[in-house]
């Protein structure tokens, strides 16, 4: 995978695997994690589905990998984010209560 794929990847469904990496190494070698709340927890869940993708938008635009145009691309990317989000939430709902 080249860095530009990678970056495409980080834009659309892969903020879902990276999440998950990023969410299983901080629950499993960050004693503090599992001390936060519930509602801490999807906070730092909420802002890592909106920030990576984000972040593979911009960085693929300043490296010239992909047109420059803020709105289309940052929207399509916080969509990506949200959707992750979403999914992650709906599939543990029974857990949170």
Same mark, same amino acid.
């Given at each position: 995978?080249?860095?530009?794929?990678? #970056? #495409?990847? &980080?834009? %659309?469904?892969?903020?879902?695997?990276?999440?998950?990496?990023?969410?299983?190494?901080?629950? +499993?070698?960050?004693?503090?994690? +599992? %001390?936060?709340?519930? $509602?801490? $927890?999807?906070?730092?869940?909420?802002?890592?589905?909106?920030?990576?993708?984000?972040?593979?938008?911009?960085? @693929? &635009?300043?490296?010239?990998?992909?047109?420059?145009?803020?709105?289309?691309?940052?929207?399509?990317?916080?969509?990506? @984010?949200?959707? /992750?989000?979403? /999914?992650?939430?709906? /599939?543990?709902?029974?857990?949170? $209560?």
């Amino acid at each position: 995978m080249t860095l530009q794929e990678f #970056l #495409l990847f &980080m834009q %659309g469904s892969g903020v879902n695997v990276i999440v998950g990496a990023l969410w299983s190494f901080a629950v +499993e070698f960050w004693p503090q994690f +599992e %001390g936060f709340s519930k $509602k801490v $927890k999807r906070i730092i869940f909420l802002s890592a589905c909106m920030v990576i993708p984000v972040v593979g938008a911009v960085l @693929g &635009m300043a490296m010239g990998y992909q047109p420059v145009n803020l709105e289309i691309t940052i929207w399509y990317a916080l969509v990506a @984010g949200w959707v /992750a989000f979403s /999914a992650g939430q709906i /599939a543990h709902m029974r857990k949170l $209560k």
